[in-house]
């Protein structure tokens, strides 16, 4: 018999690591957290960004479409500029490159939570750098996601520790249930 309205991804959900740090950080003004992705108050550009708001709002055929909802993909004409100029940066060889192909979100959780929900189901195991992003600890935990850790040398993951993960997995027959190798490019 159930005993809670919750379903079992909301009952295995926790509150994410960043809500309290955000909290803490919003609610001691003096405190400089490097933790929660705070930008500097001082360099935030209000001026200009009223300007464009103001500009984009005053517009009939801008005002309107600006405060609609968007399509989960991103803003189509965003993602044509975008596939644009990651074609130029590839020498304008590659045909990937198309709008269809690029989504924009409104930022890395969003992306993180699509891509698990089309790559993995309960049980699944992404391969993450020890440490990773703490973030994706949470999501990955609360979508019955498991991580395997692999360490970090100075220049990367070390390749020797990831090999004896798989391994690892392979003797457990686990191995067919890693989904991904998570990479953070700027730890």
């Known amino acids: ?14 509150l994410p ?9 919003l609610t001691r003004p003096k405190l400089i957290s490097l933790a929660a992705g705070f930008t500097d108050n001082a360099t935030l550009p209000v001026e200009i960004s009223r300007k464009l708001l103001n500009e984009i709002l005053s517009s009939p055929k801008t005002g309107r479409p600006a405060l609609q909802y968007g399509i989960t993909a991103g803003e189509m004409n965003l993602r044509t500029l975008t596939a644009k100029h990651l074609q130029k940066l590839d020498g304008g060889h590659d ?20 891509t698990l929900e089309a790559l993995c189901d309960e049980g699944d ?15 990955l935990q609360s979508q019955g996601v498991r991580a395997r850790g692999v360490k970090l040398e100075r220049d990367g993951i070390d390749l020797a520790h990831l090999e004896k993960v798989l391994e690892r997995l392979n003797k457990s027959g686990e191995l067919r ?6 990479l953070v490019s700027y730890f």
């Open 125 to 139: 195991i992404i391969l993450v750098e020890d440490p990773t992003y703490f973030v994706f600890l949470s999501i």
């Open 95 to 114: 045909r990937a490159h198309s709008p269809e192909h690029v989504i924009i979100t409104g930022g890395s959780q969003q992306l993180l939570y699509m």
């Open 17 to 25: 690591p960043i809500s309290w740090l955000m909290q803490t950080a």
């Open 177 to 182: 249930r890693v989904k991904a190798l998570y």
């Open 1 to 14: 018999m159930k005993t809670s309205a919750l379903s079992a991804l909301g009952r295995r959900t926790a």
